[in-house]
């Protein structure tokens, strides 16, 4: 059974950091690109940063970039988000995604809860 566990979400006061990590199974993660997407209450769910699948090339929204940094561990079968100097926009469900670039196969974890809030 395909499983995106996310953990690492929070409270966390403005300015601060947090990593989230999101361990992934029972697919071949080293042929997907991943993705971190966030949904923040009454709006629409957005792509925040992606990843290659062998980590060669990342992307981030422009509300992050700079801020955030995505990363991966293909022995560990691991995708981590490390945030930086969090704003209280960034409050939201953070969740990890799964794309197969072959088959449009898509996989979503179960979110984590990250809030900004002094």
């Known amino acids: 059974q395909v499983q995106l566990v996310e953990s690492g979400g929070g409270l966390v006061q403005p300015g601060g950091s947090l990593r989230l990590s999101c361990a992934a199974s029972?697919?071949?993660?080293?042929?997907?690109?991943m993705n971190w997407y966030r949904q923040a209450p009454g709006k629409e769910r957005e792509l925040v940063a992606s990843i290659t699948s062998d980590g060669g090339s990342t992307n981030y929204a422009d509300s992050v970039k700079g801020r955030v940094t995505i990363s991966r561990d293909n022995a560990k079968n691991t995708v981590f988000l490390q945030m930086n100097s969090l704003k209280p926009e960034d409050t939201a469900v953070y969740y990890c995604n799964a794309l197969s670039r072959t088959t449009g196969l898509r996989y979503w974890g179960q979110g984590t809860q990250v809030t900004v809030s002094s």
């Open positions: 029972a697919f071949t993660f080293s042929r997907y690109i």
